[in-house]
């Protein structure tokens, strides 16, 4: 067993976990061990990022969903329309499926500077600044791999795929999805890949173990989804991949800027450049495919997943030499 994979146990006088040993040096798991840290502090900032992110974040949607509904809407009318969110339009509904993030993002603010002490940055890792290039070439890489998967399935079945323009209303839409997407994105990888796993880290630090649980409850959230309709097994199980590959990646690279930017370029090429019929929302993307298959998009993640992993970290895996950190 590796010193990466064996628990962490011991714990400081007052319950805060010192750093544990990792094997690059300034993992951001080692963060976990910084400031406050004690299981108990996890616990309870772990409730009230969730009461920001589900319970305020709900109610400041709901207020908005009621000013996008005609007056004298009967509020359960529009609760219910709220879980539809493309029954707003494409651009309110975008918005209120994104509403809710920037309380997500404010909830592990206050939580990691309050109950913590420690900075928010300690969520991406445990160096004094966040490498803004990781994340753009994460991005890059996987927005390259999604438009190559698309285009062979164009490829494959033309007749599925529609294009559309519309200059006006994809222009206000792309504005939209470049300044909402990447909150969206960055919050949910500060939560399950940042705050979760630093949490569980001090459970254990078996990369199964914190790959797993963070893919399970990545996946949770998700199955309210309207497209889950399409497949209630495969598309729960895409979900799961997706938080596992994302956990995975940002145990091997020691930090979470490549997580972020790849989870940033999956939702936005979805929005803006193929989206499907049956998704949370109708987007005005460049394509539209009617014939979404379910299996065929979890096997094409694993191997994009397979991919990626080869770009950033085969030379050095291979090569007997691991990229320092």
Known sequence: MTTEDREQEQTAPGGDLPPAPSPSPGGYLDAAGQGRSGAGRYLL?????????????????????????????????IADDLSRPSAFGPLRGFILVNAVHPFLLLGLFLVVTGIHRRPLRTLVT????????????????????????????????????????????????????????????????LFFRGYLMQGLSLVSRRRIFLAGVSGLLFALPHLANPEMEIDPVLLPLTYFAIGVLLALLALRDGRLELAIGAHAANNLFGATIVSFEGSIFTTPSLFFTTQYDPLGSLLGLLVMAAIFYAVFFARADFGGRRRPE
Do not use: C, K, M, N
Not at 47 to 76: K, M, N
């Open 45 to 77: 900032g772990t409730v009230l990022v969730l009461l920001y992110w589900q319970v305020l974040g709900a109610v400041v949607a709901l207020a908005i969903a009621r000013a996008f509904s005609p007056p004298g809407t009967d509020l359960s009318a």
């Open 126 to 189: 445990a160096e004094p600044r966040v490498r803004l290039g990781r994340i753009l070439e994460g991005f890059a890489v996987w927005f390259a791999l999604s438009a190559l998967a698309s285009g062979i399935d164009l490829i494959l079945a033309p007749d599925s795929f529609r294009f559309r323009w519309d200059p006006a209303a994809s222009g206000t839409f792309l504005l939209l999805a470049l300044a909402l997407t990447p909150i969206q994105t960055t919050a949910e990888e």
